[in-house]
């Protein structure tokens, strides 16, 4: 949580903000195997992190999928909101933008918070449990849209 002082002197504990992103190229998905030192390391995960000050959603989609896969995009799209503040598997409550996006040209090797990337076929992804956080289900969801498109974007309270 964070910790906040307002104007007048009240506090607050707020949530973090965050972007998952569903990197897609010809009916695949880019997932990335999380370092051993992070929270669900091991696992595989979709590309992401915490937006930063003066950032845009958008750029910090950009951001993390260049820093995380080297993979700059195009077509950044909002797919869903995750504001449940009972997340599994986190130590802290995030509030998850979740994003599509097209890989276009690779311009660079992953940061240290990746150990591997590899190109999934949407239909013959890792088991569930080598999916961290409620990744899978993020996953899910998208291939939902794509065969019953419904009103984006989708707001997830509970799952």
Not at 54 to 69: C, F, G, M, N, Q
Not at 100 to 116: C, H, L, N, Y
Request: proline residues 6%; hydrophobic residues 35%.
């Amino acid at each position: 949580m964070i910790q906040c002082t307002f104007e007048d002197n009240s506090k607050a504990y707020l949530r973090h903000v965050v972007v998952d992103t569903l990197v897609l190229h010809n009916d695949q998905i880019l997932l990335v195997k999380r370092a051993p030192r992070l929270l669900e390391g091991g696992k595989w995960g979709l590309v992401g992190g915490y937006v930063e000050q003066k950032e845009t959603l958008p750029e910090a989609v950009a951001r993390e999928v260049k820093e995380e896969t080297g993979y700059t995009l195009s077509h950044i799209s909002l797919l869903a909101v995750n504001a449940n503040p009972r997340r599994p598997h986190e130590d802290r409550q995030n509030i998850s933008f979740i994003f599509t996006a097209d890989a276009e040209d690779k311009k660079g090797e992953s940061d240290d918070e990746v150990t591997q990337e590899k190109w999934f076929a949407l239909d013959s992804l890792p088991p569930q449990d080598e999916i961290a956080f409620d990744h899978y289900p993020d996953i899910e969801l998208y291939l939902q849209q794509k065969n019953n498109p419904q009103h984006l974007p989708i707001v997830i309270y509970t799952r």
